[in-house]
């Protein structure tokens, strides 16, 4: 049986539509969908794909990353 990893990610609406999904943990995903559901299945797939490429390079898998989201506020 194949190890389950779980990693956050932080899903982005775009302002022409769609999404798209970082994932702090591996910086290297940067994906998107159309929908929510499209976005994070192509995240999945992603994160799958790296994961299997570290394991190649005989790399272990990077810890979850816990990110919190601030407000900056800026006068312009």
Request: no cysteine.
């Amino acid at each position: 049986m194949a190890a389950s990893y779980s990693y956050s990610v932080i899903l982005e609406p775009q302002e022409g539509g769609g999404f798209t999904v970082l994932v702090p943990a591996l910086p290297e995903v940067v994906t998107e969908g159309d929908t929510e559901q499209e976005a994070l299945a192509n995240a999945e797939e992603a994160i799958r794909a790296i994961l299997e490429y570290r394991r190649e390079q005989g790399m272990a898998p990077p810890s979850d990353a816990h990110p919190e989201i601030r407000h900056v506020t800026v006068a312009a």
